[in-house]
């Protein structure tokens, strides 16, 4: 137990040191980054503050992993430097026991980190681009010719989307059960709020009827009209989706018939981020146990970064690369991982021959 705590304290102090450093320096390039857009609409130095705070939560969540790679060797590599290891090592306490003690204890924090962000980093990132949005007055927009959407048997194209409860230029075509058409249905603005759509400026012509009949209207208030989850699945990036969002999104594509393969990327991607972080540590063990374990702390810094950028290329292309040769999503993330974990195997033997066992 005492061991445990002793490594413990020192794989925290490096991870808290490392996570404060590197989301700092996250903060700072997030804040000059969006300078840009200073006094662009009612975009100001409060507002640019306000999204750079929101901003945080998503930028320990980037970072998280990358300060555990190098936070642990700051510490263990410190306790290598010192013959710490040697000592335990001495005590009969073997290399393997250690790493297993350290990876157990990154694994938990890890699951521990990841359950807890995905409660609160989502809430706080969505909050943080719809303030900014809606000061930019900004349009999420992917082409020209609008955004498309289908919701059973209705198709919806949008012009201009500036948040999920902010949309402009829409137009509904809606089919029978037959598959013929029965009606269009053309929208100047719509805005949810108080768990109902506002809509304006609304003209419908109705082909099921004989002769084919037009209706105008200036206002309307309904509870049903487009489901949200259609408008976040298109418009949120993955850090703005929990998992729960995640496995909904999945759900209402396959009822609708359409593709859930990006979803169901974004799903397993999230499953894998704590198996994926301690890979990235179990990468940093042989430049800390191994032969390297005497080279001075910027080489293993180096060292380290360069394996854990060629991982998070890797894994961040093989996915995207499985979707175009139409792999399944699961298949496409557990790849990479088997990979890394293999080579991170091998390198550890080998550095292990050559230093403790």
Do not use: C
């Amino acid at each position: 137990m005492i061991l445990n705590k002793y490594l413990f304290y020192r794989f925290i102090t490096g991870l808290s040191v490392s996570l404060l450093v590197l989301v700092s320096i996250e903060i700072f390039f997030s804040f000059t980054a969006e300078l840009k857009y200073l006094n662009v609409g009612s975009y100001g130095i409060v507002s640019i503050l306000e999204y750079t705070i929101l901003s945080i939560p998503k930028s320990i969540l980037i970072m998280f992993p990358y300060a555990v790679l190098i936070g642990s060797m700051l510490s263990l590599g410190a306790m290598a430097s010192d013959m710490e290891f040697i000592s335990m090592h001495a005590a009969g306490v073997s290399i393997s026991k250690i790493i297993s003690i350290i990876m157990f204890q990154a694994f938990l924090l890890a699951i521990v980190f990841y359950a807890a962000s995905d409660t609160f980093v989502p809430k706080f990132t969505k909050l943080a681009e719809s303030n900014k949005n809606s000061a930019l007055n900004k349009k999420i927009i992917f082409n020209n010719n609008g955004v498309w959407f289908k919701d059973k048997n209705t198709f919806i194209k949008i012009n201009e989307i500036y948040s999920d409860d902010n949309l402009k230029g829409l137009t509904l075509y809606r089919y029978d059960s037959n598959d013929n058409l029965s009606s269009i249905k053309t929208i100047r603005d719509a805005r949810f709020a108080n768990d109902q759509w506002n809509l304006i400026g609304i003209e419908e012509i109705f082909f099921n009827t004989k002769p084919v009949t037009k209706k105008y209207s200036d206002k309307e208030v309904t509870p049903n009209f487009i489901d949200q989850r259609l408008i976040n699945i298109k418009t949120n990036k993955s850090e703005s989706l929990s998992l729960k969002d995640v496995v909904i999104n999945i759900s209402y594509l396959k009822d609708n018939d359409l593709d859930s393969d990006i979803q169901r990327k974004i799903f397993w991607e999230k499953l894998f981020k704590p198996v994926s972080t301690i890979i990235m540590l179990f990468l940093a063990m042989p430049f800390i146990f191994g032969r390297h374990r005497s080279s001075n702390i910027s080489q293993r810094i180096v060292l380290g970064l360069f394996i854990g950028i060629i991982f998070f290329i890797v894994t961040s292309i093989l996915p995207n690369l499985g979707m175009v040769f139409g792999i399944t999503p699961f298949l496409n993330v557990l790849f990479p991982h088997i990979i890394f974990i293999i080579v991170g195997f091998y390198m550890l033997n080998y550095q292990l021959d050559a230093g403790l066992r």
